[in-house]
């Protein structure tokens, strides 16, 4: 399954670009043990996979986004597993700027059991929209939040526990927007296991004869 991914930006923005919208990366849906629709990236997308950095075994506190040193970029594969503990809320800041202007959390609502992508400080520019995109994500007793997300400049997609994708976009207006970190409220929650690769392009150019193929 591949979806479209909407602009989030003004037609005069759009107009500027010269573009507007873009395709998402393939998507593999299949029957789960308990029939229900499972969904998850394409496996090819490995094969993009670049330096690789990883986090295990991490409280995260109920305090502002911990920011994950060494670990930053606008185009990135990030494969968590978290442990929510005692947090009524947690998740994951990406392309965030360093004095936490710009930012866009990943959160999920433990108590209303919803997942949230939070473009509110996604960026400082009036062109483009901030708001708030959410899905349900019921989970059980004891069952971590796994997350996997794919950051491709404007792009955001989310697959969290094989049963929901969300994607948006977002335009950071600082060069600099490009932290990664993590949060909880209400309580503790904590980091399991915490990867991230730097992505390769999908499109392999090659320069013959005067020409692009």
Request: proline share 4%.
């Amino acid at each position: 399954l591949w979806g479209w991914l909407w602009e989030g930006r003004s037609d005069e923005a759009q107009w500027a670009a010269g573009w507007a919208g873009v395709i998402s990366l393939p998507r593999v849906l299949s029957l789960s043990a308990d029939n229900m629709v499972s969904l998850e990236s394409a496996p090819e997308l490995k094969q993009l996979r670049g330096t690789h950095q990883s986090v295990i075994d991490l409280s995260i506190l109920p305090t502002s986004l911990m920011r994950l040193e060494g670990i930053q970029g606008d185009c990135l594969e990030i494969l968590a597993e978290l442990d929510p503990g005692e947090a009524t809320e947690l998740g994951i800041g990406v392309r965030c700027a360093p004095d936490g202007t710009e930012q866009t959390l990943i959160r999920y609502d433990r108590l209303q059991g919803r997942l949230l992508i939070d473009r509110q400080r996604s960026s400082m520019s009036e062109d483009v929209q901030r708001d708030i995109r959410e899905g349900p994500l019921p989970l059980a007793a004891d069952e971590p939040l796994l997350l996997h997300i794919f950051l491709d400049r404007s792009v955001i997609e989310v697959f969290a526990n094989y049963r929901l994708c969300m994607s948006s976009r977002v335009y950071p207006s600082r060069t600099d927007s490009l932290g990664v970190g993590l949060f909880a409220r209400g309580g503790s929650a904590r980091i399991k296991t915490f990867d991230v690769w730097e992505m390769g392009s999908i499109w392999t150019i090659r320069h013959k004869q005067g020409e692009f193929i």
